[in-house]
């Protein structure tokens, strides 16, 4: 059986796997483990960490762009998955 983490942030999911490591168990074989906001650390080699990427460039856009404005309108900037090494194959 394996299960699945997410951390989140990156750091706090490079963390549990740590801990996971520590504790002799494999990723992605036992556990999936997934970080977010794509920082730098997900990565790295030895990490090869799936996370969620944000716009961070078009959320800050639309935050002065709403804070410029005061129109009330909101956006939507919808996030992406960076499967990396550190997630399995779904399973039926």
């Known amino acids: 059986m394996r299960v699945s983490g997410f951390g989140f942030n990156d750091r ?9 490591d520590l504790a002799a168990l494999q990723v992605p074989a036992q556990i999936s483990l997934t970080g977010y906001d794509d920082s730098e650390f ?3 080699a030895h990490a090869d960490l ?16 709403a804070a410029l404005n005061a129109s009330g309108k909101s956006s939507i900037h919808a996030p992406q998955l960076v499967v990396r090494g550190s997630t399995g194959e779904r399973r039926p």
């Open 12 to 20: 706090a999911a490079l963390g549990a796997r740590q801990a996971i």
């Open 42 to 44: 997900s990565r790295l």
């Open 50 to 65: 799936t996370s969620v990427r944000q716009d961070v460039t078009a959320l800050a856009e639309a935050a002065i762009h």
